[in-house]
């Protein structure tokens, strides 16, 4: 790096400390900002919450910022009862991938995994991997070594511009994901990146936009044990307004499935990744629509070799973009907008399997953020943690977004 590029990292490094120092210690079920983006080598704009990793460790993207301002992939991580925040890398918008809007999972090898929405060598976006530096690095700040494993090259052979998915590994090490735009009709794809020759050889599953199929996926898959895939779409269907969408092997090949075609009234645009629990039931949220017209949270329950929806809660005020499941069935996620002061909100759903009952678990202010985007993560103590698109402090309009974390508000996982 170029010594202005370290110091401004270093500024930003010091920064964090002091924050740290003089954010009080939380307790149970409070809420506290882990980390003000500034909008320089820390980035800005994180759009889909963080993951937790081994030892609690947080990973997540930030859209924007970073000293080439294409981004910057992060690590949080605890140092006696403080935050200590590491940019890892800061992406270029070049040929390494820019504007990483996704989230970032940690591969069964221990390297993260992520997409950016451009960049690559056809500018149509990137799955990229990061691992640690070779040699050991006696720094404070310690960058790591990024990998292209794939560059997207648009339609019709190929999808192109990933948007805010989490991609997925099977037991084999198999990558999935989804472009929003690209593939055979233009309207987005499922691809599959398998293990070849020491990289990775590129299969689409399904070219979206054919017919009534949905059309472009926004955010990425989950697989259940029989490694069928399900996804979401926030357009196409019958309605115009998203589908649900199942993805099963068969012949060598891949047959589609659509489970839900929603049409306002079940909800529509559903933008948020889902997820999936150990009997197969499937659930996530429509950014809109529903009988309260502000999204819903919704499931999808096996049944008689199907599916059947339910819709387990339908908001007035909210806009939700995905939600985390406690070790007791309660669902925790964030409203893009409304809350006592419009900045959007937290919220709890529990007792669901009799009807939800929604708790207000925290109002955004601005000042510690605003628009949280991407659905929120539990670590194993029942501790919840996300992100805002917006708000806080820093040189950005409205202010470069938050890391937010609420202590002990869901149920701990057994070991």
Request: proline fraction near 5%.
């Amino acid at each position: 790096m170029h010594s202005k590029q370290i110091a401004s990292v270093a500024a930003v490094f010091a920064s964090t400390m002091i924050l740290m120092l003089l954010t009080p210690t939380a307790q149970a079920q409070t809420f506290t900002v882990l980390h003000y983006f500034t909008g320089g080598a820390d980035g800005a704009s994180p759009t889909a919450g963080v993951t937790v990793g081994p030892l609690g460790v947080l990973y997540g993207a930030a859209s924007g910022g970073g000293t080439g301002n294409g981004g910057v992939v992060f690590k949080l991580g605890q140092v006696n009862s403080s935050w200590v925040f590491n940019p890892l890398y800061e992406f270029t918008g070049e040929s390494d991938g820019g504007i990483p809007l996704g989230g970032i999972v940690v591969g069964p090898n221990g390297a993260l995994y992520g997409t950016t929405q451009i960049g690559g060598v056809n500018d149509n976006g990137t799955v990229f991997e990061l691992r640690p530096s070779a040699t050991f690095c006696r720094s404070i700040l310690c960058y790591w070594t990024e990998t292209v494993l794939h560059a997207f090259t648009g339609r019709p052979e190929d999808g192109a511009n990933p948007l805010e998915e989490r991609l997925a590994f099977d037991q084999a090490g198999d990558i999935y994901g989804t472009t929003s735009e690209g593939g055979m009709y233009g309207g987005g794809i499922t691809f599959e990146l398998t293990p070849s020759g020491g990289g990775y050889t590129e299969s689409i599953i399904h070219s979206f936009g054919s017919g009534s199929d949905g059309y472009n996926p926004y955010s990425g898959v989950v697989l259940d044990t029989a490694g069928n895939t399900y996804g979401t779409t926030p357009d196409g269907g019958t309605e115009g307004t998203g589908t649900v969408y199942q993805l099963m092997p068969s012949s060598g090949g891949w047959v589609e499935n659509v489970l839900v075609n929603f049409d306002g009234a079940n909800g529509q645009q559903p933008y948020g990744n889902l997820i999936i629990d150990d009997s197969g039931n499937l659930y996530g949220t429509t950014s809109s629509g529903g009988q309260n017209g502000s999204g819903v949270v919704f499931k999808l329950a096996p049944s008689g070799g199907g599916f059947t929806y339910s819709a387990l809660y339908s908001f007035r005020s909210c806009g939700p973009q995905g939600v985390a499941m406690d070790a007791a069935g309660n669902f925790f996620g964030g409203c893009y907008g409304g809350g006592a002061h419009g900045d959007g909100w937290i919220f709890e759903l529990t007792n669901c399997s009799q009807g939800c009952g929604v708790a207000d678990v925290h109002d955004f202010r601005g000042s510690d953020g605003m628009y949280p985007s991407g659905g929120p993560v539990l670590d194993t103590n029942g501790n919840l943690y996300g992100t805002t698109e917006s708000g806080g402090t820093g040189n950005c309009n409205d202010g470069c977004g938050v890391v937010w974390e609420v202590t002990g508000v869901g149920a701990p996982r057994k070991n």
